[in-house]
């Protein structure tokens, strides 16, 4: 079954504005991760944060975690067209000692309108 | 980081019949992952794949279903058996370069049973 819930499920938007999407999750974890997914292919890893970590910032992306809320949200800044994309949230939670094992969210539908 | 090569890149199969899906890394790995992303939703874990041992699969997935094959460190195929119009999805795999963090995605495999 799925950790994540993300929401919205769908966000448009225009070029230059912002997009925020959230992602809850229920169980401890390790770390959380954001994918970016273009049109049903691979995906691209964005950025992780550590369960330890609140704030991360890469580029435009900027990422929170709560894990007193488990929850997290990913925020584009200035968007632009080739921003549109599913984006999906993963939450490690592997008791392994090696290697991850990644839960996904049910992932949001960005589009940025030019 | 690794780079990730899946084939085929996409099928149309006719029920009843199986399909072998290759993954192959440019690097040497010990953990694989095999995720199905049905239409329109997130992916979800079909199994782990480590070199030298049997897969791991997830609840609802059986090895007679989804025979995986992991022969060396750089390579794994994914067998959808039997198949039916409920297997149309993407298939993915990704791999953990043992960071135990990100996680790299092959381009997927898209798949279309009639």
């Known amino acids: 079954s799925q950790q994540g819930e993300e929401d919205p499920q769908a966000l448009s938007i225009q070029e230059g504005e912002n997009a925020t999407m959230n992602c809850s999750y229920k169980?401890?974890?390790?770390?959380l991760q954001w994918y970016r997914q273009n049109s049903g292919r691979g995906l691209v890893h964005l950025i992780l944060?550590?369960?330890?970590?609140r704030e991360k910032h890469s580029g435009r992306l900027r990422v929170t975690l709560d894990t007193s809320k488990k929850s997290s949200s990913l925020l584009i800044t200035a968007s632009r067209a080739a921003d549109t994309a599913s984006y999906f949230c993963?939450?490690?939670?592997?008791?392994?000692?090696?290697?991850?094992?990644?839960?996904f969210g049910e992932g949001t539908q960005l589009t940025v309108n030019p | 980081s690794a780079v990730i090569s899946q084939k085929p890149s996409r099928d149309i199969c006719q029920r009843g019949t199986s399909l072998t899906i290759q993954c192959q890394v440019d690097?040497?790995?010990?953990?694989m992952f095999w995720y199905r992303q049905q239409p329109g939703q997130s992916l979800t874990l079909i199994a782990t794949a480590n070199q030298g041992s049997e897969a791991t699969y997830e609840s609802g997935f059986v090895i007679d279903k989804f025979p995986i094959s992991r022969p060396n460190l750089t390579f794994s195929t994914l067998t959808v058996s039997n198949m039916s119009p409920e297997d149309s999805s993407i298939y993915l795999c990704?791999?953990?370069?043992?960071?135990?963090?990100?996680?790299?995605f092959g381009p997927g495999t898209r798949l279309l049973v009639l």
């Open positions: 169980t401890s974890i390790n770390n």
């Open positions: 990704s791999v953990d370069t043992g960071s135990r963090e990100t996680q790299y």
């Open positions: 690097s040497q790995v010990t953990m």
């Open positions: 993963a939450t490690d939670d592997s008791q392994e000692t090696s290697g991850s094992r990644l839960t």
């Open positions: 944060i550590r369960s330890n970590e």
